[in-house]
């Protein structure tokens, strides 16, 4: 349970217990209600991180809405777009195990995140994890009815794959972005969870080459 539960859920608590004194049962009934939804939306359950090399697990529950090259300072990117609703889990985690090598936080808009402008003009948190000899950048975008980032790491901060590093309240949007020659491993329409679901793996060829050496080795 992420602890901003308990910050909205316990005054309605105390609200409910209140209105049920005073009124009925009845009464009370929406502020419980309303407790139970809170407890509900911020659970943060445990998940199963791959330790496969070179594997990028989704920073987010979601489902994929997008798959397309970018070009961010003049480098060729993928951006995986995964959009959150008010149902999914809302925690984020670190996409890959490495370095937290800058981050950005920009003030914005709040459209609906299924809307292509709102990589750029919606409030959003930009993240850079440097690892695997290559750079990860994941950002966390606020959406219609998310009003409110939260990232718990700071430039120099070392993260694991999966690890948690924040979140975004009430609805929202979490993209991607990759080197070029990423191996994906979902499509648009997939359902991913945070932590667990693999997106792609980094340096296909590097790494098919690293398996033979360690084959190899193994083989003497």
């Known amino acids: ?55 990028v697990v989704s920073p987010a529950d979601g489902k994929v809405t997008g798959l397309s090259p970018v070009l961010v300072d003049r480098s060729q990117r993928i951006r995986i777009s995964i959009f959150l609703n008010v149902f999914n889990v809302h925690v984020n985690r670190s996409p890959i195990a490495g370095t937290i090598s800058d981050v950005k936080y920009q003030k914005g808009k709040f459209m609906n995140a299924m809307n292509e402008a709102s990589a750029d003009q919606n409030e959003h948190n930009t993240v850079s994890v440097e690892g695997d000899g290559t750079v990860v950048v994941f950002k966390q975008i606020a959406g219609l009815l ?62 098919a080459m690293t398996s033979a050496g360690r084959k190899e080795q193994g083989a003497h």
């Not at 316990?10 to 939804?37: H, N």
């Not at 690890?163 to 979902?186: M, N, T, Y």
């Open 146 to 207: 998310a009003r409110r980032i939260v990232f718990n790491r700071k430039i120099g901060d070392r993260v694991q794959r999966g690890e948690r590093i924040g979140l975004i309240k009430f609805g929202s949007r979490v993209d991607v972005l990759l080197d070029p020659d990423a191996k994906l491993q979902i499509k648009i329409g997939d359902k991913v969870k945070g932590g667990s679901s693999i997106l792609a793996y980094l340096n296909p060829k590097e790494m």
């Open 1 to 55: 349970m992420v602890p901003d539960g308990y910050y909205y859920a316990l005054p309605l608590l105390v609200a409910g217990a209140l209105i049920g004194w005073l009124a009925s049962a009845l009464w009370a009934m929406p502020a419980f209600l309303l407790a139970f939804f809170f407890l509900w939306f911020f659970r943060d359950p445990e998940r199963v991180i791959t330790d496969s090399d070179g594997a």
